[in-house]
């Protein structure tokens, strides 16, 4: 909204820094930041009020998580909250990429949100049909992707190669889905312990805030030989007001956390971060600055087929946080531990970006 009434009186004084992107990139942390330490306090208060007991907790989980019970869920709403009302103040409203991927942090969210609300109303862990929430989540991302696609394209990049190896067309649009939709629910799995997937969730966001920054500078992005989008550089504002979001939301769920994210906030978060890569076309390089994610994921999905087909189990526990648990690790280990592991793979995924 501010950039838009800058942009019709001409930019004139103090609005002339709003034509710079660095300025609303660092004003959207700033104003995502606020607005979730101030909403906070009482949001959460409202949560424990609706909520009673709070979100379930598995049984069959590791037996410290029981004295979590009481916890109330759904604190995604407020990091949502603080995110759109920051875009919404700083980001061209013109930019069909920003609301593309709002529209998956936002179909994501009710998604998620139905799935929390039907744990805490029934009191159990299940949620909503696993076949019913990917049914959404892939009808959501489909239509974000193909505006996308109709917008830029449907090109492919690899890491380390120089220029597009394919040019998928609209087939980009089933790839894309199957990205946001992965990513997605590979945060959701994620958040287990607290603050253990809103810290990567930062770092991760930070790492392309960088990327599509310089995807969308045609001079950058043809010094590093990496794809020009013009207006992807919008997109990082959405990565900083993530970032001030995730800050101020840490704030309150740090150990002993006093609201969860829920599958509200993780499945948003993780959609949009896929969002921002199929917008950047980068999405194998999200797949090592959010490795720890995908091994997350990957980690469920093995034990399962292998318990299936063997009876028995790989892991003590998956998702893979779990298992470190059941070794005897504490819960600040893990999650202090992943964050390193993390943050290197962010440093990791951006070197790619010269490696061409």
């Given at each position: 909204?501010?950039?838009?009434?800058?942009?019709?009186?001409?930019?004139?004084?103090?609005?002339?820094?709003?034509?710079?992107?660095?300025?609303?990139?660092?004003?959207?942390?700033?104003?995502?930041?606020?607005?979730?330490l101030?909403?906070?306090?009482?949001f959460?208060?409202?949560?424990?009020?609706?909520?009673?007991?709070?979100?379930?907790?598995?049984?069959?989980?590791?037996?410290?998580?029981?004295?979590?019970?009481?916890?109330?869920?759904?604190?995604?709403?407020?990091?949502l909250?603080a995110?759109?009302?920051?875009?919404?103040?700083?980001?061209?409203?013109?930019?069909?990429?920003?609301?593309?991927?709002?529209?998956v942090?936002?179909?994501?969210?009710?998604?998620?949100?139905?799935?929390?609300y039907?744990?805490?109303?029934k009191?159990?862990?299940?949620?909503?049909?696993?076949?019913?929430?990917?049914?959404f989540?892939?009808?959501?991302?489909?239509?974000?992707?193909?505006?996308?696609?109709?917008?830029?394209?449907?090109?492919?990049?690899?890491?380390?190669?120089?220029g597009?190896?394919?040019?998928?067309?609209?087939?980009?649009v089933?790839?894309?889905?199957?990205?946001?939709?992965?990513?997605?629910?590979?945060?959701?799995?994620?958040?287990?312990?607290?603050?253990?997937?809103?810290?990567?969730v930062?770092?991760?966001?930070?790492?392309?805030?960088?990327?599509?920054?310089?995807?969308?500078?045609?001079?950058?992005?043809?010094y590093?030989?990496?794809?020009?989008?013009?207006?992807?550089?919008?997109?990082?504002?959405?990565?900083?007001?993530?970032?001030?979001?995730?800050?101020?939301?840490?704030?309150?769920?740090?150990?002993?956390?006093?609201?969860?994210?829920?599958?509200?906030?993780?499945?948003?978060?993780?959609?949009?971060?896929?969002?921002?890569?199929?917008?950047?076309?980068h999405?194998?390089?999200?797949?090592i600055?959010?490795?720890?994610?995908?091994?997350?994921?990957?980690?469920?999905?093995?034990?399962?087929?292998?318990?299936?087909?063997?009876?028995?189990?790989?892991?003590?526990?998956?998702?893979?946080?779990?298992?470190?648990?059941?070794?005897?690790?504490?819960?600040?280990?893990?999650?202090?531990?992943?964050?390193?592991?993390?943050?290197?793979?962010a440093?990791?995924?951006?070197?790619?970006?010269?490696?061409?």
């Amino acid at each position: 909204m501010l950039y838009l009434l800058a942009e019709y009186l001409g930019f004139p004084g103090i609005f002339n820094l709003l034509r710079y992107l660095s300025f609303r990139s660092g004003a959207t942390v700033a104003t995502a930041l606020v607005i979730g330490l101030l909403i906070g306090p009482k949001f959460i208060g409202m949560l424990r009020v609706r909520q009673g007991k709070g979100q379930p907790i598995r049984s069959d989980g590791p037996q410290t998580h029981l004295a979590k019970v009481g916890t109330p869920t759904m604190g995604g709403l407020m990091i949502l909250i603080a995110i759109s009302t920051s875009m919404l103040l700083w980001m061209n409203l013109e930019n069909i990429y920003v609301w593309a991927c709002l529209l998956v942090m936002t179909g994501f969210g009710i998604v998620g949100f139905m799935d929390d609300y039907d744990k805490v109303k029934k009191r159990s862990h299940k949620g909503v049909s696993g076949k019913v929430r990917l049914l959404f989540e892939f009808a959501i991302a489909g239509v974000a992707v193909s505006l996308i696609v109709w917008q830029s394209g449907g090109m492919l990049y690899l890491p380390f190669v120089n220029g597009p190896v394919l040019d998928l067309g609209w087939w980009y649009v089933p790839f894309g889905a199957f990205v946001i939709v992965a990513f997605g629910n590979a945060v959701n799995l994620t958040d287990g312990l607290d603050g253990l997937a809103t810290m990567p969730v930062i770092i991760a966001s930070i790492a392309f805030m960088l990327i599509v920054y310089m995807v969308g500078n045609a001079k950058y992005a043809a010094y590093l030989g990496i794809p020009f989008y013009l207006g992807a550089g919008d997109l990082a504002m959405l990565c900083g007001a993530i970032v001030g979001a995730g800050l101020a939301f840490l704030w309150f769920n740090a150990p002993p956390a006093a609201v969860f994210m829920g599958d509200t906030g993780s499945l948003a978060l993780g959609g949009t971060l896929g969002a921002i890569a199929v917008v950047a076309h980068h999405e194998f390089v999200l797949a090592i600055i959010g490795g720890l994610f995908v091994v997350e994921a990957l980690s469920v999905i093995i034990q399962v087929f292998w318990f299936k087909r063997t009876g028995k189990r790989i892991f003590r526990m998956a998702p893979i946080h779990h298992h470190f648990e059941q070794l005897g690790w504490s819960e600040p280990t893990v999650v202090i531990r992943f964050w390193i592991v993390a943050f290197v793979l962010a440093l990791a995924g951006l070197s790619t970006l010269k490696l061409r």
